[in-house]
């Protein structure tokens, strides 16, 4: 069987309680990005959520990061935070036009994460998901949305994120709902329910089923005993896959990253 690349990584590099942790005793803060880079194999931006950053900053990322390495950026809020998705046009286009494309290689998908009290409406949803473009300076583009409100568990909505070849999040989350199904050319994990009393965050057996997980995911397969919406599955394929360590016990999230590039690497 062929499989896409598995990336798996963390949140941001920026975190007091993983120096000492995660970082060794006295490492310098400016270079905490190389050091990530080189441990785990992707990293979701979260700044990118709050604020906007010059083409210089992406570059310097880029450099920072070894070959192979990929970052995902989380979209801004000013274009999910709003009552009228359709109208995000303007700041759509402000967030890809501020540089990300100086991450060259190194770009993965954009993150277009919506609040817990969004709801599901049909047309302005499916306005939203036309705003997302393809590419900006030559640089393709890829598209995944998080939906955290119950009410778009239905058929309608993942038909029309496989229509428009955007993908749904997957979320494995205490506090909300989560829609495993597959609807583009790539899949992505955010895996939210680390634990503190876990050296690596998760139980050995919990990380085993993550890597068997990925690895289906990475040969066009669909993971046993997730939440589907729809019985059908897109063409099995080889698709990209990226699985991240976020939010829970956040100290432990470095630690089960490493833990699943283990696994997955024997």
Same mark, same amino acid.
């Given at each position: 069987?062929?499989?896409?690349?598995? *990336?798996?990584?963390?949140?941001?590099?920026?975190?007091?309680?993983? *120096?000492? /942790?995660?970082?060794?005793?006295?490492?310098?803060?400016?270079?905490?990005?190389?050091?990530?880079?080189?441990?785990?194999?992707?990293?979701?931006?979260?700044?990118?959520?709050?604020?906007?950053?010059?083409?210089?900053?992406?570059?310097?990322?880029?450099?920072?990061?070894?070959?192979?390495?990929?970052?995902?950026?989380?979209?801004?809020?000013?274009?999910?935070?709003?009552?009228?998705?359709?109208?995000?046009?303007?700041?759509?286009?402000?967030?890809? /036009?501020? $540089?990300?494309?100086?991450?060259?290689?190194?770009?993965?998908?954009?993150?277009?994460?919506?609040?817990?009290?969004?709801?599901?409406?049909?047309?302005?949803?499916?306005?939203?998901?036309?705003?997302?473009?393809?590419?900006?300076? $030559?640089?393709?583009? *890829?598209?995944?949305?998080?939906?955290?409100?119950?009410?778009?568990?239905?058929?309608?909505?993942?038909?029309?994120?496989?229509?428009?070849?955007?993908?749904?999040?997957? $979320?494995? /989350?205490?506090?909300?709902?989560?829609?495993?199904?597959?609807?583009?050319?790539?899949?992505?994990?955010?895996?939210?329910?680390?634990?503190?009393?876990?050296?690596?965050?998760?139980?050995?057996?919990?990380?085993?089923?993550?890597?068997?997980?990925?690895?289906?995911?990475? $040969?066009?397969?669909?993971?046993?005993?997730?939440?589907?919406?729809?019985?059908?599955?897109?063409?099995?394929?080889?698709?990209?896959?990226?699985? %991240? %360590?976020?939010?829970?016990?956040?100290?432990?999230?470095?630690?089960?990253?490493?833990?699943?590039?283990? *696994?997955?690497?024997?």
């Amino acid at each position: 069987m062929t499989y896409a690349p598995i *990336r798996v990584g963390i949140g941001g590099w920026t975190f007091e309680p993983w *120096r000492g /942790s995660f970082y060794p005793a006295k490492w310098p803060i400016k270079r905490e990005l190389e050091y990530a880079s080189r441990h785990v194999t992707a990293i979701e931006v979260n700044g990118t959520y709050y604020s906007g950053f010059k083409p210089a900053t992406f570059a310097s990322w880029a450099q920072a990061a070894p070959d192979g390495f990929v970052f995902t950026l989380k979209a801004s809020r000013f274009c999910t935070n709003r009552k009228v998705l359709a109208d995000a046009g303007e700041s759509v286009a402000k967030f890809v /036009s501020q $540089g990300i494309v100086e991450l060259g290689d190194k770009l993965g998908p954009i993150l277009w994460q919506f609040m817990a009290t969004k709801k599901f409406e049909e047309a302005d949803f499916r306005a939203f998901l036309a705003l997302l473009p393809r590419e900006k300076d $030559g640089v393709a583009l *890829r598209h995944a949305v998080q939906v955290r409100h119950e009410s778009f568990a239905v058929p309608g909505f993942v038909e029309m994120c496989r229509e428009a070849g955007v993908v749904i999040v997957y $979320g494995a /989350s205490a506090d909300y709902p989560a829609i495993a199904d597959v609807t583009g050319d790539f899949v992505y994990a955010r895996l939210e329910t680390a634990q503190e009393n876990e050296a690596a965050g998760y139980a050995p057996a919990a990380l085993d089923g993550w890597a068997e997980a990925a690895g289906t995911w990475a $040969g066009g397969g669909a993971p046993a005993g997730l939440p589907y919406v729809v019985e059908t599955s897109p063409e099995k394929k080889p698709r990209d896959t990226f699985v %991240f %360590f976020i939010a829970g016990a956040k100290v432990r999230n470095p630690h089960a990253a490493m833990a699943l590039i283990e *696994r997955l690497a024997t």
